[in-house]
């Protein structure tokens, strides 16, 4: 009886001493398993953290180069109005992805594809610029040579004017009937030559009005000043004018006679009025509105 019990008791305790084994194996498992998540826990930790300054990184050399690309799109700013609100809406849209947070490959994505769109677009606007630069260039170069060919124009004017000018200063002198060998006497009643003021009748003015095929034959007046040591023009008459350069001036005597294109001897008298006084005289001869001579002549 006693050693039933003993059996017994021996086989009831055979399943305990099994026990501690399995839960050694089972915990040991956990611990493999919990080693290894926390494993790839640090080690996926590790590469997200490279992930993420590998991203960081990018964006911020994609960054940059969209600054460097604002700068150049400032470079090429033109005198054309429209080409410049092309340029300043591709500005507008780099400033746009500037502000975007870009925290994912997606986002990095779209920040290369934008770039790449902007810097293609960019060499477009590159060649329509240099387009317009040589353009600009060949029209300076027309515009520099037109302004010479004016310039070299304007000269030729000048030139053709002060030649016509000249032309027609000498056609002026060429129809103008000059007087020549002129003497002023001052004679006596018996047209005897005196130079004392109080024997003094008269004032001859002789002169010959030379040959002038140029000029029209005809009629011609020719009107005597005499001008005093103080510049008074001795006159008969306030009234006594005549025009000469835009102006009407007083004149001492006249004489029309008729012209025949040939050298013709004339006289003009002045009757005194008692307005000599001692000094040097100047005789002077108009004819069509030209000053056609002078002399002098002293009286004491």
Same mark, same amino acid.
């Given at each position: ?21 399995? %839960? ?5 498992? !956990? $611990?493999?398993? +919990?080693?290894? *998540?926390? &494993?790839? @826990?640090?080690?996926? /930790? =590790? ?7 590998? %991203? ?5 050399? !994609? $960054?940059?180069? +969209?600054?460097? *690309?604002? &700068?150049? @799109?400032?470079?090429? /700013? =033109? ?7 092309? %340029? ?9 992805? +500037? ?202």
């Amino acid at each position: 009886m006693g050693e039933e019990k003993i059996l017994n008791h021996k086989i009831y305790e055979e399943p305990g001493k099994k026990r501690p084994v399995g %839960l050694i194996i089972i915990t040991f498992v !956990l $611990a493999l398993c +919990l080693g290894a *998540l926390i &494993f790839l @826990y640090f080690n996926q /930790k =590790t590469e997200m953290i490279e992930m993420e300054k590998v %991203l960081t990184d990018e964006k911020d050399s !994609l $960054a940059n180069e +969209l600054s460097f *690309l604002m &700068f150049q @799109y400032d470079t090429l /700013k =033109t005198n054309n109005d429209s080409l410049n609100a092309k %340029l300043e809406a591709e500005q507008n849209k780099i400033k746009s992805l +500037l502000t975007i947070q870009a925290s994912n490959a997606q986002k990095i994505r779209l920040y290369k594809k934008e770039l790449a769109t902007l810097r293609k677009v960019m060499k477009s606007y590159i060649v329509q610029i240099d387009s317009l630069n040589t353009k600009n260039i060949q029209l300076t170069a027309e515009n520099i040579e037109v302004r010479k060919k004016l310039q070299e124009t304007r000269e030729i004017n000048v030139e053709l004017s002060q030649i016509k000018k000249d032309l027609s200063s000498k056609v002026e002198m060429a129809s103008v009937i000059l007087a020549k060998n002129i003497l002023a006497t001052p004679i006596n009643t018996k047209g005897k030559e005196r130079y004392r003021i109080e024997r003094i009748d008269k004032i001859r003015v002789c002169f010959t009005l030379r040959e002038n095929p140029v000029v029209e034959a005809g009629e011609k007046v020719v009107y005597l000043r005499i001008a005093r040591p103080d510049e008074l023009i001795l006159a008969d008459s306030p009234d006594n004018l005549f025009e000469f350069e835009d102006e009407r001036i007083v004149y001492s005597a006249i004489r029309t006679v008729e012209y025949l294109n040939q050298d013709i001897d004339m006289c003009i008298y002045w009757n005194n009025n008692g307005d000599l006084i001692p000094g040097n005289y100047t005789a002077f001869l108009y004819l069509e509105g030209n000053n056609i001579g002078s002399t002098t002549f002293l009286l004491k």
